[in-house]
């Protein structure tokens, strides 16, 4: 681990959730949400986190910031531990590190205008004076591609893109060198979606900022990060640069998951011959690997044995007995 | 309308209203489609293009107070549903034409089980015994594929998850054999892996019973997918009318071409993104032209005076609300 090189490590995260136990209720019951999650994410890169639904993606997120408090594992951003740190430096964390959640509306007080939601953060961290914070306001707002009379409003006043571009400048307004988003344009219309991919790609590029990008579009991700993390049952099954990921993916199920997602264009119509079943519950995950039950390849040591994340040619990284061969893509023997 | 096919359902000039501080506006204005036996119609828009109005305004499901049809005819099995008594008109929904919507959890009924409420329509529609219809609702239950469908049929919609909810919803649709399903952005709420074996199965089923499908979505993805034709709605009109190749391969209006470029691909890569700049003008504050005018590239003065007219562009049954786009072409 270096210190200061603004980018956040990720190493063997894990959160465990309990669910059941009460009087009347079912059996307690451990789900393990997140298993043995490790990235990096360098400065002014942005990682993308792909999987479907309770892979457990929206928690790392989560976990990274502390606002769910990881089982086990480090996280460590730019040589700092964020685990444990306590009081006045976690402030200071979570100053440079801001997160955008996928819908805007629910994280934004109604009764309090715009200018008062983009104001609380800069009190809550008591940076600079009333003229100072007025003036970090006005940048965040034109920033994000909003007019200045907007902060007189109140958040039933605008759009759902607009909204987003608020809880985008709510972020910035504390100069943030990282930024997690969680569906950030998941629940928008193509069109206000690449506006606000526009803007987020504008905002990497000028201020420098790093992106943990999750979501379940493929396309998205494939737009707007570098190298990608695909997640199925709380674990890493594959990691890459995004383009090679799916253009040549080595994980079955990273196939699927990229053979599933319907493109523009009727010449390439999905022919899954074989789409088995759905994903397991977190809370009674089948042995061995994971997706062995949905997996055409699955054989051998795949029902008994989670198979470790190996390295493969290219800097690519899959967690598979049987990955998909391509030319130039082997395993990196014993790499240790 | 395919060649040779007989026409299953005929819209003519729907205009479908609502009441706004004491004024009625236009939701959805001047819509004529129709969809042939055996044909998927995809429906696509962005939020507010009136696409799910259109097909509550064939099924009448419009609230009551507060949105009315205005004008136009919804033609189904010589008869014109706009016309129909509401003691006609239940006759006809979850009969002859059937629909599914986003999201199953909120049109399950939580207290029954899945057979009771797949039984339920048989009965009523079909006059079936008790037992008959439990019996149908078995079969169907294992024609839509769910796993030891013998046990499930016993369960409750909270039992299910969300992919197999929206099957249980399709045995239902499928349960009185209808002429036409109606599918409200069906899959918008499956994960992609789960859409995909929705999306496989809605095509099976369509060819296995020989319904019409009319399929509403917001993804141009999934039109590709499972289409034959396309109507893309923009602010209450259909901008164009294509089928699914001519479209994707031969774009015309100007908004399909913009939100083309918007959509971001999984399987290469999208140099820049170039987003539709503006907004869609709201229902209250129609303009007197063309609705997309405002953020069109193509603009020309006279967009502005007069809307413009759907008319033919190059290539059978290819359809284009665009003056400008049709004078380049002849030009």
Redesign the interface.
């Known amino acids: 681990m270096t210190a200061g090189n603004g980018a956040l490590e990720v190493r063997n995260l894990a959160k465990h959730f309990t669910i059941g136990g009460g009087l009347f209720g079912p059996e307690k019951k451990l789900v393990r949400a997140v298993n043995d999650v490790s990235f990096t994410v360098p400065k002014g890169t942005s990682l993308g986190l792909v999987g479907e639904s309770g892979c457990g993606k929206s928690t790392v997120a989560r976990s990274l910031l502390r606002l769910i408090e990881p089982d086990a594992g480090s996280v460590v951003f730019d040589g700092i531990d964020v685990r444990a740190a306590k009081g006045a430096a976690l402030r200071q964390l979570r100053r440079r590190m801001q997160i955008v959640f996928q819908d805007p509306y629910s994280s934004l007080n109604p009764r309090r205008t715009i200018q008062q939601a983009l104001e609380e953060p800069l009190r809550v961290h008591r940076l600079g004076t009333a003229r100072e914070i007025a003036e970090k306001i006005e940048t965040a707002i034109t920033e994000v591609g909003l007019p200045k009379q907007a902060l007189d409003r109140y958040p039933h006043e605008f759009s759902g893109g607009q909204r987003q571009r608020i809880g985008i400048a709510r972020a910035l307004v504390l100069d943030p060198e990282l930024i997690v988003a969680d569906e950030p344009v998941s629940a928008l219309d193509v069109s206000v979606q690449a506006q606000i991919l526009r803007v987020l790609e504008r905002l990497r590029d000028k201020r420098g900022l790093s992106f943990l990008f999750v979501s379940h579009d493929l396309g998205v991700v494939r737009h707007f990060c570098e190298r990608v993390c695909v997640m199925y049952l709380g674990r890493i099954v594959e990691q890459g640069v995004t383009a090679e990921v799916f253009d040549r993916p080595l994980h079955p199920y990273t196939k699927l998951l990229r053979d599933s997602s319907p493109v523009p264009d009727p010449t390439a119509r999905l022919t899954l011959t074989k789409i088995m079943g759905e994903v397991p519950s977190a809370a009674n995950p089948p042995p061995g690997c994971t997706f062995h039950p949905r997996c055409v390849r699955a054989a051998g040591p795949c029902m008994t044995d989670i198979p470790a994340l190996n390295e493969h040619d290219r800097g690519r990284q899959a967690a598979c007995y049987h990955p998909e061969t391509w030319p130039g893509l082997q395993a990196v023997a014993a790499a240790g | 309308m395919q060649q040779n096919q007989e026409t299953a359902l005929d819209i003519r000039g729907l205009r479908t209203e609502f009441k706004v501080g004491g004024r009625w506006y236009p939701a959805v204005r001047d819509l004529s489609l129709d969809v042939a036996e055996n044909e998927t119609l995809a429906i696509v828009g962005?939020?507010g293009s009136g696409k799910s109005v259109t097909a509550l305004s064939i099924l009448r499901l419009l609230p009551q107070a507060g949105a009315r049809i205005g004008a136009g005819e919804v033609l189904f099995e010589g008869r014109d549903l706009t016309k129909l008594s509401e003691r006609e008109m239940s006759s006809v929904r979850g009969n002859s034409i059937a629909m599914i919507f986003q999201e199953p959890m909120t049109s399950l009924n939580p207290t029954m089980t899945v057979g009771e409420q797949i039984a339920e329509a048989i009965t009523i529609h079909r006059g079936a015994s008790q037992a008959d219809a439990m019996a149908e609702a078995l079969r169907l239950l294992k024609e839509v594929k769910i796993p030891s469908a013998d046990s499930r049929l016993h369960d409750y919609p909270h039992q299910f998850?969300?992919?197999?909810r929206q099957r249980v919803m399709i045995a239902m649709a499928l349960a009185c054999r209808p002429k036409v399903l109606l599918a409200d952005e069906p899959t918008t709420a499956l994960?992609?892996?789960?859409?995909?074996?929705v999306?496989?199965q809605l095509d099976e089923l369509k060819e296995a019973y020989g319904m019409s499908v009319v399929f509403i979505t917001?993804?141009?993805?999934?039109?590709?997918?499972i289409?034959d034709r396309v109507a893309v709605m923009y602010a209450g009109e259909v901008v164009e009318l294509a089928t699914?190749?001519a479209l994707?391969a031969n774009p015309a209006h100007p908004y399909t071409v913009?939100?083309?470029r918007?959509?971001?691909?999984?399987?290469r890569?999208?140099e820049s993104?170039?987003?539709?700049p503006g907004?869609v003008p709201p229902v209250t504050a129609m303009p007197e032209g063309c609705a997309y005018a405002s953020r069109c590239p193509l603009k020309q003065p006279s967009c502005e005076d007069k809307r413009p007219e759907l008319l033919p562009f190059d290539g059978p049954g290819h359809q284009v609300r665009c003056p400008v786009r049709l004078e380049q072409t002849r030009g």
């Not at chain 2, 994960?191 to 074996?197: E, F, G, L, P, R």
């Open positions: 962005e939020s998850s969300g992919g197999m994960d992609v892996t789960i859409q995909a074996q999306l496989m917001h993804n141009l993805g999934v039109v590709a997918q289409a699914v190749d994707f913009a939100l083309l918007t959509m971001p691909r999984a399987d890569a999208t993104l170039e987003p539709i907004s």
